[in-house]
């Protein structure tokens, strides 16, 4: 039995460094943007994400600080 093929997923990643605590991603897209408990922004744990709903809230950010990254789940 052969090991299953890796599966490519894009996340939505917030640089913390850079994030305004605007919550303009969570007022677009609340099914991934949310406030955690100690007051940052951060991203849902999601099989997938919407993309447009993503894209909007990486334009839309002010400080540009939401991007894809790629993840290979085995």
Do not use: H
């Not at 709903?53 to 894809?68: F, H, N």
């Amino acid at each position: 039995m052969s090991d299953p093929e890796p599966i490519m997923k894009r996340v939505p990643e917030i640089d913390l460094s850079s994030c305004t605590l605007c919550e303009g991603c969570q007022a677009l897209c609340p099914e991934v943007f949310r406030l955690n408990p100690a007051g940052y922004m951060e991203v849902a744990e999601l099989d997938e994400y919407p993309e447009d709903c993503v894209q909007e809230a990486m334009i839309k950010c002010p400080a540009g600080c939401i991007a894809w990254t790629q993840w290979i789940r085995k």
